[in-house]
């Protein structure tokens, strides 16, 4: 399972700003108060969290190659030419 520690701020950034925009309208995160936007961070680390720990055969495993974690993603071959 991923730990919601491991997600990359730009991605949480990134996300919060998706969420934030898609409910509110868009620009509205250029519009929130700085006070509120903890809130829309931590709302994006959970569903990020969530949406990979829910991922079937998703895979969190420590690479070979660097002394990373990575993620691994399987796409299901009926959804690739979709």
Do not use: Y
């Amino acid at each position: 399972m991923i730990d919601p520690k491991m997600i990359p701020d730009e991605v949480l950034e990134s996300t919060a700003w998706a969420m934030c925009d898609d409910i509110n309208g868009e620009g509205a995160w250029d519009e929130t108060p700085f006070r509120h936007r903890p809130m829309w961070r931590s709302a994006a680390r959970a569903a990020i969290a969530a949406a990979l720990n829910a991922w079937p055969g998703g895979q969190v495993r420590l690479s070979m190659f660097t002394p990373q974690e990575e993620i691994i993603l399987p796409v299901p071959q009926d959804k690739v030419n979709d």
